[in-house]
């Protein structure tokens, strides 16, 4: 049954509305690794060999963070740039990661509307975390449709509330999901929020 690490990179999770829901109904599941990288790391001094051993231990990696400034917060950065090392994630010999799942999960205060080509950021949300994507392929991974919680600042409790469910309801699938069906159907939606619906008559219900 596949295993799934979470590496969670909030810098100020005291504050958080989304993410702190968003965390609520994750399954308790001995196969899911919860890591939160600021409380882990509050001196950015990131345990470079036991990341690699972790991810080893893994088959499906997410990164939850919210979206700042277009990308992640410094610390993810810190771990992208220092745990990626060629000759093991990638470059000659660099195959750890090969096969492996990457799903990204984010919140953004911009709503959908506002990241369109005539929206206010002028790119989709997807068109930004392209570096991410990019990464994680050099990495021989499959970068999955990313979960988002778009517009955070105006999600009601409940609409925030349902989002989480969903969330939770995706990570249990992906963790369910030992022969990749899941993963290709959920690759053919923009994101992964998307496709949920319409996947759920076809699948298990989750606690
Ligand atoms: C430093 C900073 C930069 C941000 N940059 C963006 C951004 O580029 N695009 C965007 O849509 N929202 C941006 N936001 C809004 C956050 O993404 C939003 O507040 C967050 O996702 C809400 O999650 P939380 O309640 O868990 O903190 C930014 C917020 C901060 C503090």
Same mark, same amino acid.
């Given at each position: 049954?596949?295993?799934?690490?979470?590496?969670?990179?909030?810098?100020?999770?005291?504050?958080?509305?989304?993410?702190?829901?968003?965390?609520?109904?994750?399954?308790?599941?001995?196969?899911?690794?919860?890591?939160?990288?600021?409380?882990?790391?509050?001196?950015?001094?990131?345990e470079v060999e036991e990341e690699k051993r972790l991810l080893s231990?893994?088959?499906?990696?997410?990164w939850q963070h919210p979206v700042y400034w277009y990308s992640c917060?410094?610390? =993810?950065?810190?771990?992208?740039?220092?745990?990626?090392?060629? $000759?093991?994630? +990638?470059? &000659?010999?660099? @195959? *750890?990661?090969?096969?492996?799942?990457l799903l990204h999960a984010v919140s953004t205060g911009g709503g959908?509307?506002?990241?369109?080509?005539?929206?206010?950021?002028?790119?989709?949300?997807?068109?930004? =975390?392209?570096?991410?994507?990019?990464?994680?392929?050099?990495? $021989?991974?499959? +970068?999955? &449709?990313?979960? @988002? *919680?778009?517009?955070?600042?105006?999600?009601?409790?409940?609409?925030?509330?349902?989002?989480?469910?969903?969330?939770?309801?995706?990570?249990?699938?992906?963790?369910?999901?030992?022969?990749?069906?899941?993963?290709?159907?959920?690759?053919?939606?923009?994101?992964?929020?998307?496709?949920?619906?319409?996947?759920?008559? *076809?699948?298990?219900?989750?606690?």
């Open positions: 049954m596949p295993r799934l690490l979470l590496l969670f990179a909030h810098p100020a999770y005291d504050h958080s509305r989304a993410h702190k829901q968003l965390l609520q109904h994750l399954p308790n599941d001995p196969r899911l690794t919860f890591r939160d990288l600021y409380e882990r790391y509050p001196d950015f001094y990131i231990e893994h088959d499906i990696v997410v917060p410094p610390l =993810l950065k810190q771990w992208i740039d220092l745990v990626l090392e060629f $000759g093991w994630a +990638y470059g &000659p010999g660099g @195959v *750890a990661l090969h096969g492996k799942r959908r509307h506002a990241y369109q080509p005539d929206g206010l950021h002028r790119h989709t949300l997807r068109q930004f =975390l392209a570096p991410f994507e990019r990464t994680a392929q050099l990495c $021989g991974m499959e +970068y999955l &449709p990313p979960f @988002v *919680a778009f517009g955070t600042h105006r999600l009601t409790d409940q609409a925030l509330f349902d989002l989480s469910l969903d969330y939770a309801r995706l990570v249990r699938h992906l963790m369910d999901d030992e022969d990749g069906s899941f993963a290709r159907q959920l690759a053919q939606c923009e994101y992964a929020n998307d496709c949920l619906p319409a996947l759920q008559s *076809a699948l298990p219900s989750a606690s």
